[in-house]
């Protein structure tokens, strides 16, 4: 599509030399400030296919343009959630002023996670949620399955997925005999007509349940994303998948089914317990993902610099910037300049979709395929003039440095004091029982038993302050 629009393109070129018209350069922009633009100027120039322009603005300079690498994934959405809190705190917009953009869809996981931990109402934009997608619901509800085979919603989900010959008509006989005998719907397979030609394919699917259950229980697993890996496998969901005709829709279920082996792996240190609580402590969470119902015009927007064209935001947040990812690279042939011309568009119109206020980001490693990946600062921002620093700064010491575990710290809690997890947020100490701490988090999570020394929550208000911001009723 992009090289018949570029062969247009010359057309109009071939146009312009062929019949001497007069060109008429828009250089006016209406939407951005000048900081903005200048960055938007400096990049666009490296692209030799077009007519040269250089956009100005009436608006001011406004605010400088951010960027910083980051040193992983983590820490730049953390950054991006904590900025955006930070100017709503401060009046300087909304969340529905916000957008936050990426070259491509898999990279909008980490920041709805972290949206939905922090209860920022979003949206994404052209495209369904992370754990809303039919491939990851159907792995998720397999795990699901494996953990319990009396929940029914979940088993129905998978029973004929992949394609198992377990159609309609024999689904709907499964549940009569569950309702009428008063069984789980696992538990009704066992009394499907022995003399059914469809009963090879049930006996099948049961085994196959059973075996991976066994395996799962069986503490053969290290690590929560081989579990995970070894489901997809055992099933063959994703050599299914590969099975179709090559298609974009298919290469995105295959990328997000590997996001989802990312989500596991990165949740190994998140958690605590066997790999089996673990794998419960997750899976609870992956149910409580919701969106918060408000109103639409009041929520950050998520999306590929490709949907968000035509748009235009007061804060926008581009992440992703390093080589291989923005821009992204496919063409294999080194001196094709075609792509790369193509990207930077692309880039281009992402920056200026921006009106006040933009952050631009990047991150030194990024998981995939369950490890970490070095990455290089892409050369759009080197082409924009941004002095580089290396990623290892204030913020990426801050937010990213575990501490081992204080071997006094078992005695630093009592009754009443507060506490902030990694993944369940705030809470109260409710009991402590050496090794263990119990507390109380807000809703969904509920109370958790912890290990105390764990370094995933940390103590951020004792009982004794918190009594001393109390009024004292005998002073008045």
């Known amino acids: 599509m992009f090289k018949f629009y570029l062969n247009r393109k010359t057309t109009l070129f071939t146009y312009h030399l062929l019949f001497q018209a007069k060109k008429i350069i828009l250089k006016q922009n209406y939407r951005s400030t000048n900081n903005i633009l200048k960055k938007a100027n400096l990049l666009i ?17 406004g605010s400088e343009v951010f960027f910083n690498q980051f040193f992983n994934a983590n820490s730049e959405a953390d950054f991006v959630i904590k900025e955006i809190d930070r100017l709503v705190a401060k009046h300087q917009c909304r969340y529905g002023d916000v957008a936050i953009l990426y070259r491509y869809n898999t ?6 996670n972290n949206l939905m931990k922090k209860r920022i109402p979003y949206k994404i934009l052209g495209n369904i949620s992370f754990y809303q997608r039919k491939e990851i619901k159907d792995l998720i509800a397999y795990l699901k399955v494996l953990m319990d085979t009396d929940q029914n919603f979940y088993l129905q989900r998978i029973i004929n997925v992949p394609s198992r010959k377990i159609g309609k008509v024999t689904f709907q006989k499964i549940e009569e005999i569950s309702q009428n005998q008063n069984l789980s719907f696992f538990a009704a397979l066992n009394h499907y007509p ?29 690590k929560l994303e081989e579990i ?14 590969r099975e179709k005709p090559d298609s974009l829709e298919t290469q995105n279920a295959l990328d997000y089914i590997q996001e989802l082996k990312n989500v596991f792996a990165e949740s190994n240190t998140e958690f605590e317990g066997t790999v089996l609580e673990k794998l419960n402590q997750l899976l609870d969470q992956i149910s409580l993902y919701s969106q918060d119902k408000r109103d639409d ?33 496919n063409s294999k042939d080194p001196d094709d300049t075609f792509d790369l011309e193509e990207e930077r568009r692309l880039a281009y119109v992402a920056i200026t979709r921006a009106k006040e206020h933009l952050y631009l980001t990047s991150v030194a490693q990024r998981m995939k395929y369950g490890q970490f990946v070095k990455l290089e600062i892409s050369s759009f921002v080197k082409e924009m003039n941004f002095p580089l620093t290396n990623p290892n700064d204030a913020y990426f010491n801050k937010t990213t440095k575990i501490r081992p575990a204080n071997p006094h710290q078992a005695f630093l809690y009592q009754i009443g004091d507060k506490v902030e997890h990694n ?36 103590k951020v208000e004792s009982l004794v302050s918190t009594l001393q911001k109390q009024n004292n009723p005998f002073d008045e």
């Open 194 to 222: 022995p003399d059914s030609k469809i009963i090879k394919h049930i006996v099948s699917f049961q085994t196959l349940i059973q075996k991976m259950k066994d395996k799962l229980h069986s503490h053969s697993f290290n």
């Open 45 to 61: 120039k490296k692209n030799h296919n077009g007519f040269g322009k250089e956009l100005k603005s009436s608006l001011g300079d």
């Open 297 to 329: 015009n009041d929520q950050v927007k998520l999306a590929t610099v490709h949907k968000a064209k035509g748009m235009e935001f007061k804060v926008v947040f581009i992440i992703g910037f390093e080589e291989n990812i923005f821009p992204l690279n």
């Open 423 to 458: 993944a369940f947020g705030c809470g109260t100490v409710i009991e402590i029982k050496i090794p263990l701490i119990t507390i109380s988090f807000l809703p969904p999570y509920g109370i958790k038993k912890l290990d105390i020394k764990h370094p995933s929550f940390k």
């Open 107 to 112: 990279l909008e996981r980490l920041f709805e």
């Open 228 to 241: 995970v890996d070894y489901v997809d496998k055992t099933v063959g969901y994703s050599d299914t998948l």
